[in-house]
T-cell receptor, first 116, second 112 residues
Framework: AQSVTQLGSHVSVSEGALVLLRCNYS??????LFWYVQYPNQGLQLLLK??????LVKGINGFEAEFKKSETSFHLTKPSAHMSDAAEYFC????FGGGSNYKLTFGKGTLLTVNP | DTGVSQDPRHKITKRGQNVTFRCDPI?????LYWYRQTLGQGPEFLTY????????KSRLLSDRFSAERPKGSFSTLEIQRTEQGDSAMYLC??????????FGDGTRLSIL
């Protein structure tokens, strides 16, 4: 069974500060890992994905994440927060391989607040 | 790219009524997923279609829930005899092969 733990249900940063959102996963098979962002009353938008290629993954809007197998982590970072980054962020894991349906298992989410 | 479309965006109904939601996936996507998201939680997997075949259902999908994907295109999710606990955002996603899932904006269900 797969699971995702997002440390910190709420993170608050100042505009221009570093954003760090933490994600740890558990998977019995090599995982695919994803970060999605959700704005109020909207669906989820893909920020970036890890699919067993480069361990440092760059996504949209200046976000990136590093896959660390030894730590079972996939933390999301952005060097400088912008007001428009305020949203809820979800980390998700999926298995891959023959016959996989690639369903996503999500963490509980981290609400990012950006202060002016 | 027209994206994943869900209808309606918001449904308010009385307890005990039946409701049906529709999802139109991205046209070339053969995989379609339904998820449920309650307040303060991440989305939880409900069911998955590959083309018209429903290949997996979560234990969350009680016998009051049924999903279809006739002809492998749009999908419907029906909830019979709605209960207070069914209040949630119902999200549809689609993908092709092992590509990431694209989500619609969801249908928010409110049970009075």
């Amino acid at each position: 069974a797969q699971s995702v733990t997002q440390l910190g249900s709420h993170v608050s940063v100042s505009e221009g500060a570093l954003v760090l959102l933490r994600c740890n996963y558990s998977s019995s098979v090599p995982p695919y890992l994803f970060w999605y962002v959700q704005y109020p009353n909207q669906g989820l938008q893909l920020l970036l994905k890890y699919t067993s290629a480069a361990t440092l993954v760059k996504g949209i809007n200046g976000f990136e994440a590093e896959f660390k197998k030894s730590e079972t982590s996939f933390h999301l970072t952005k060097p400088s927060a912008h007001m428009s980054d305020a949203a809820e962020y979800f980390c998700a894991v999926s298995d891959f391989g023959g016959g996989s349906n690639y369903k996503l298992t999500f963490g509980k989410g981290t609400l990012l607040t950006v202060n002016p | 790219d027209t994206g994943v479309s869900q209808d309606p965006r918001h449904k308010i109904t009385k307890r005990g009524q039946n409701v049906t939601f529709r999802c139109d996936p991205i046209s070339e996507h053969n995989r379609l997923y339904w998820y449920r998201q309650t307040l303060g939680q991440g989305p939880e997997f409900l069911t998955y279609f590959q083309n018209e075949a429903q290949l997996e259902k979560s234990r969350l999908l009680s016998d009051r829930f049924s999903a279809e994907r006739p002809k492998g295109s749009f999908s419907t999710l029906e909830i019979q005899r709605t209960e207070q606990g069914d209040s949630a955002m119902y999200l549809c996603a689609s993908s092709s092969s092992n590509q990431p899932q694209h989500f619609g904006d969801g249908t928010r269900l409110s049970i009075l």
